[in-house]
C-alpha cells in the first residue's frame, strides 16, 4: 500500500533552512513536528519528488509514514 503522507527527517546538522523545507511542504499541504535535535517533515507522495529534489540529504522515515 502506497503511503498516503511520506516522512522526511532534517537533522540539526544539515546545511538546510528549516523555514524553506516548511515552505513547501506547507504549500503542499504538508505537516511537522519539531523535536529535539530534528525535525520531521510531511509531505502527499505524489509532491514527495519536489521535496527530494529540493533538498536531497533529507533523511527518509518509512516507519513514520501514514497509511
Do not use: K, N, T
Not at 532534517?10 to 524553506?20: G, R, T
Amino acid at each position: 500500500m502506497e503511503p498516503l503522507l511520506c516522512c522526511y527527517r532534517l537533522d540539526a546538522l544539515m546545511p538546510y533552512d528549516e523555514e524553506q523545507i516548511w515552505s513547501l511542504v506547507q504549500r503542499h499541504q504538508g505537516y511537522l513536528s519539531i523535536r529535539g535535535d530534528c525535525i520531521d517533515f510531511w509531505i502527499p507522495q505524489q509532491y514527495q519528488s519536489l521535496l527530494v529534489l529540493a533538498f536531497p540529504g533529507l533523511r527518509r522515515q518509512w516507519a513514520l509514514d501514514y497509511v
